[in-house]
């Protein structure tokens, strides 16, 4: 028998009892600690961009400066395992236009832009890979 009840309290949880969402900060904390290590400086973390009702606006996971003084914007995937292409694979074109579209944004506020580059950070299972200039806004 259906129990609304059984949706009403949020999503349902992973196979190890937590939520997606926990998932998710549970890997941008683990990829915000390496990047860190690597002397990387926070400046915004999960930043985000509506862009209409009826179109879908942008998010960037962490946005970060290098030692060199590039902007980093930084996509976190997280997958149980490598199986099915892994984290890496699972950004499509569509998450790379959302990502681009947040990071003009966030670029606004600047009068001169510093160099900027798009990492990735994907998470297979305890595998940790950092992808530096995964992608790019052409």
């Given at each position: 028998?259906?129990?609304?009840?059984?949706?009403?309290?949020?999503?349902?949880?992973?196979?190890?009892?937590?939520?997606?969402?926990?998932?998710?900060?549970?890997?941008?904390?683990?990829?915000?600690?390496?990047?860190?290590?690597?002397?990387?400086?926070?400046?915004?973390?999960?930043?985000?961009?509506?862009?209409?009702?009826?179109?879908?606006?942008?998010?960037?996971?962490?946005?970060?400066?290098?030692a060199a003084g590039s902007l980093v914007f930084v996509?976190?995937r997280a997958r149980r395992s490598a199986a099915h292409?892994?984290?890496?694979?699972?950004?499509?074109?569509?998450?790379?236009?959302?990502?681009?579209?947040?990071?003009?944004?966030?670029?606004?506020?600047?009068?001169?832009?510093?160099?900027?580059?798009?990492?990735?950070?994907?998470?297979?299972?305890?595998?940790?890979?950092?992808?530096?200039?995964?992608?790019?806004?052409?």
């Amino acid at each position: 028998m259906f129990k609304w009840s059984a949706f009403r309290s949020g999503p349902p949880p992973c196979g190890d009892g937590k939520s997606r969402q926990a998932r998710g900060a549970e890997a941008e904390q683990q990829a915000l600690r390496h990047l860190q290590a690597q002397g990387m400086r926070l400046l915004e973390r999960n930043y985000r961009v509506a862009r209409g009702p009826h179109a879908p606006g942008g998010e960037i996971d962490l946005i970060l400066l290098d030692a060199a003084g590039s902007l980093v914007f930084v996509e976190v995937r997280a997958r149980r395992s490598a199986a099915h292409g892994g984290a890496a694979a699972s950004i499509g074109a569509g998450k790379r236009r959302r990502i681009l579209f947040a990071a003009q944004h966030f670029l606004l506020r600047y009068r001169q832009p510093p160099p900027c580059r798009f990492d990735v950070v994907a998470i297979d299972g305890p595998q940790l890979l950092w992808l530096q200039a995964a992608f790019d806004a052409g």
